[in-house]
């Protein structure tokens, strides 16, 4: 098990998420908020220093105002808890807050419109690790077109953040060899956690010494 920084600011993060979901409900900068039943903001722990990002509410999502979960949802739980982690401990976000039609895939004036949301969301949670789930998340963190199948298991720092990159579950959910490839993206994933995390701590017990 491997340490976990908590910030104290838990609160004001909260209470900011608070407010730009109040924001965010009263979009339309794309023509989703009419099609969608729910907005799906995201969720999780607001102090985490670790934060998922998918791509766009599905059908149970959009029921019920909730990111994952659905099955990619269930196999998301799970491989989050291979992290030695439980779900509610991380947070989880879209790239997209509302369900396009049918699960179709988003279009690039819908990722334009809903990405600076998410962009306030990392600036309020300021996590230090970013898990991109499947090519659109990464697409719009790396701002280059992905091909998972070069890029998955990878990490980049990026503005001090460490953004891994690995399929989307549901990718899993009907290929083998992909759940593989992701378990042992996950197995990195909890590498570079743990490795980053014991080197913070040597600094930070040098800087106290
Ligand atoms: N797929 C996603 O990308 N996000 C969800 O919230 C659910 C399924």
């Given at each position: 098990m491997f340490h976990l920084w908590v910030n104290m600011d838990g609160k004001s993060k909260k209470e900011d998420l608070e407010k730009l979901e109040e924001e965010v409900i009263n979009c339309?900068?794309?023509?989703l908020w009419k099609s969608k039943?729910?907005?799906?903001?995201g969720e999780g722990n607001p102090s985490s220093e670790i934060m998922f990002i998918g791509e766009a509410p599905g059908y149970h999502e959009d029921k019920q105002g909730r990111p994952f979960v659905g099955a990619a949802g269930k196999l998301l739980t799970e491989l989050i808890e291979s992290l030695?982690?439980?779900?509610?401990n991380v947070y989880i976000a879209n790239v997209l807050k509302c369900r396009p039609p049918n699960n179709r895939d988003p279009k690039p004036e819908e990722i334009d419109a809903c990405y600076p949301w998410l962009e306030r969301q990392i600036e309020i949670i300021n996590p230090k690790f970013i898990c991109t789930l499947g090519r659109y998340s990464a697409y719009v963190l790396l701002k280059i077109p992905i091909n998972m199948s070069t890029y998955h298991g990878k990490f980049y720092d990026i503005q001090n953040k460490l953004i891994f990159i690995t399929y989307h579950p549901a990718a899993a959910l009907y290929h083998r060899k992909i759940l593989e490839e992701i378990k042992n993206d996950f197995l990195s994933f909890k590498k570079l956690i743990e490795d980053k995390s014991n080197k913070d701590i040597k600094r930070q017990q040098l800087s106290f010494w």
């Open positions: 339309q900068k794309c023509s039943t729910n907005l799906v903001f030695g982690l439980r779900r509610e």
